[in-house]
Protein backbone atom coordinates (compact mmCIF):
# COMPACT_ATOMS: atom_id res chain seq x y z
CA UNK A 1 0.00 0.00 0.00
CA UNK A 2 1.31 3.33 -0.91
CA UNK A 3 1.52 6.20 1.56
CA UNK A 4 -1.30 7.92 -0.64
CA UNK A 5 -3.37 4.91 -0.06
CA UNK A 6 -2.73 5.08 3.62
CA UNK A 7 -3.80 8.65 4.11
CA UNK A 8 -6.97 7.93 2.37
CA UNK A 9 -7.44 5.06 4.61
CA UNK A 10 -6.55 6.71 7.91
CA UNK A 11 -8.92 10.00 6.87
CA UNK A 12 -11.74 7.95 6.04
CA UNK A 13 -11.25 6.21 9.70
CA UNK A 14 -10.85 9.23 11.10
CA UNK A 15 -13.80 10.62 9.76
CA UNK A 16 -15.54 7.31 10.60
CA UNK A 17 -14.60 7.57 14.26
CA UNK A 18 -16.04 11.26 14.29
CA UNK A 19 -19.19 9.70 13.60
CA UNK A 20 -19.41 7.01 16.08
CA UNK A 21 -18.25 9.28 18.83
CA UNK A 22 -20.74 12.14 18.18
CA UNK A 23 -23.19 9.56 17.43
CA UNK A 24 -22.83 8.26 21.46
CA UNK A 25 -22.58 11.86 22.68
CA UNK A 26 -19.50 12.74 22.82
CA UNK A 27 -18.19 16.31 21.24
CA UNK A 28 -14.97 17.31 20.28
CA UNK A 29 -12.44 19.93 17.96
CA UNK A 30 -9.20 18.84 16.21
CA UNK A 31 -6.10 18.83 17.32
CA UNK A 32 -3.21 18.60 15.78
CA UNK A 33 -3.22 16.41 12.75
CA UNK A 34 -0.34 17.79 10.08
CA UNK A 35 2.93 17.95 12.02
CA UNK A 36 5.76 19.43 9.39
CA UNK A 37 9.13 17.36 10.59
CA UNK A 38 10.88 20.55 11.39
CA UNK A 39 8.05 21.19 14.81
CA UNK A 40 8.40 17.03 14.95
CA UNK A 41 12.16 17.95 15.91
CA UNK A 42 11.79 20.53 18.22
CA UNK A 43 9.09 18.33 19.84
CA UNK A 44 11.32 15.28 20.38
CA UNK A 45 14.12 17.78 21.31
CA UNK A 46 11.45 18.92 24.80
CA UNK A 47 10.62 15.51 25.22
CA UNK A 48 7.06 16.10 24.07
CA UNK A 49 7.05 14.01 20.64
CA UNK A 50 8.92 11.81 18.54
CA UNK A 51 10.76 13.07 15.71
CA UNK A 52 9.50 10.37 13.25
CA UNK A 53 5.55 11.25 14.16
CA UNK A 54 3.24 9.55 11.96
CA UNK A 55 1.64 13.28 12.26
CA UNK A 56 4.51 13.90 9.29
CA UNK A 57 2.93 11.44 7.32
CA UNK A 58 -0.37 12.48 7.82
CA UNK A 59 -1.12 9.13 9.44
CA UNK A 60 -2.03 10.60 13.02
CA UNK A 61 -4.12 13.05 14.74
CA UNK A 62 -5.18 14.30 18.14
CA UNK A 63 -8.87 14.88 19.07
CA UNK A 64 -10.03 16.93 21.67
CA UNK A 65 -12.75 15.68 23.78
CA UNK A 66 -15.33 17.18 25.66
CA UNK A 67 -17.89 15.36 27.82
CA UNK A 68 -20.59 17.05 28.61
CA UNK A 69 -19.40 20.79 27.77
CA UNK A 70 -15.42 20.02 29.71
CA UNK A 71 -12.32 19.45 27.86
CA UNK A 72 -10.75 16.46 29.17
CA UNK A 73 -7.55 15.48 28.92
CA UNK A 74 -7.00 12.52 30.61
CA UNK A 75 -6.43 8.70 28.63
CA UNK A 76 -8.98 7.34 30.80
CA UNK A 77 -12.00 10.00 29.46
CA UNK A 78 -10.63 8.70 25.64
CA UNK A 79 -10.38 4.94 26.61
CA UNK A 80 -14.04 4.40 25.02
CA UNK A 81 -13.06 6.38 21.71
CA UNK A 82 -9.37 4.66 21.64
CA UNK A 83 -10.96 1.24 22.55
CA UNK A 84 -13.21 1.75 19.45
CA UNK A 85 -10.42 3.31 17.09
CA UNK A 86 -8.39 0.01 17.96
CA UNK A 87 -11.46 -2.64 16.74
CA UNK A 88 -12.27 -0.65 13.19
CA UNK A 89 -9.15 -1.77 11.54
CA UNK A 90 -6.28 -4.16 12.30
CA UNK A 91 -3.34 -1.25 11.87
CA UNK A 92 -5.45 1.29 14.03
CA UNK A 93 -3.58 2.30 16.88
CA UNK A 94 -4.59 4.24 20.60
CA UNK A 95 -2.39 6.91 22.26
CA UNK A 96 -3.29 5.49 25.40
CA UNK A 97 -1.55 2.35 24.64
CA UNK A 98 2.21 4.10 24.46
CA UNK A 99 4.36 3.71 27.03
CA UNK A 100 3.92 7.44 27.78
CA UNK A 101 -0.03 7.18 27.39
CA UNK A 102 -1.12 9.76 24.83
CA UNK A 103 -5.04 9.04 25.04
CA UNK A 104 -5.90 12.01 22.58
CA UNK A 105 -3.43 10.51 19.76
CA UNK A 106 -4.91 7.97 16.91
CA UNK A 107 -3.04 6.39 14.32
CA UNK A 108 -2.75 4.64 11.87
CA UNK A 109 0.25 2.25 11.60
CA UNK A 110 2.39 2.47 8.47
Same mark, same amino acid.
Given at each position: ??? &???? @??????? &? *???????????????? *??? @??? *??????????????? &???????? +??? =??????????????????? +?? !????????? !?????????? =??? *????
Amino acid at each position: MTL &SQKQ @RLFFKLI &S *ELRVRTLAQGYEFTDG *EAY @RPP *ETAAVYAAKGIGVKD &SLHTLKLA +EDL =NLFIDGIYRTTTDAHRPIG +EM !WKTMHPACR !WGGDFKKPDG =NHY *ELDP
